[in-house]
């Protein structure tokens, strides 16, 4: 008895350092353009594992909405694994680069009537910033990505690009709030 005692307080206190090291946030976001009636709107719950003070695996998991003024709507489940480094850490600011792998699946329907499959997929850098609030809260921010991102047609009527290269504009900054166990 007192060995599973003693195992049990040395798992809680293991598992109690090692919660230290995963965070979880996220971004969230929606966007009405007047003048074309667009709409989109995405939630993209985050979770992830630092592995040392430069080094973490995480992935992003949400949902993304698309709708436009000729009525065709998307509907997307998303799941993006990354692995990051930070290249650059100073006082409470680091800059870093996510490496990730993304992959997209939902619907898109057309004037309410019929609905195809829409899928997306990605793989590259994702150059980022995060300024630490405290020890425990992080304003996190993502803007661009180098790599290549497809789309099949029902996708790409739901305003997916598909393409390859450098892509830095204000259209792909997502901001996020993460906090550290």
Known sequence: MKKFIA????????LGAAAQDIYVGGSIGAWRNGTD???TMGILPEIGYNLSDRTAI??????SY???????TTNLFQV????RYAFFKSGIVSLFVDGAVGVGAGRTSYDGENSKTAVTWKIGLEPGIAVALS???????????????GANNAAKAGD???GWGF????????LGFYYTF
């Open 160 to 162: 997916a690009t598909e």
């Open 66 to 72: 698309y709708h436009n003024s000729e009525k065709v």
């Open 37 to 39: 009636h667009v709409t």
């Open 167 to 174: 892509m830095l504009d204000g259209n792909n900054l997502r």
């Open 135 to 149: 020890e425990r809260c992080s304003v996190v921010a993502h803007v661009g990505m180098l790599g290549y991102m």
């Open 58 to 63: 995480g992935t992003t998991i949400g949902w």
């Open 80 to 83: 993006a694994p990354y692995y």
């Open 7 to 14: 195992f049990a307080i040395a798992a809680v206190v293991a």
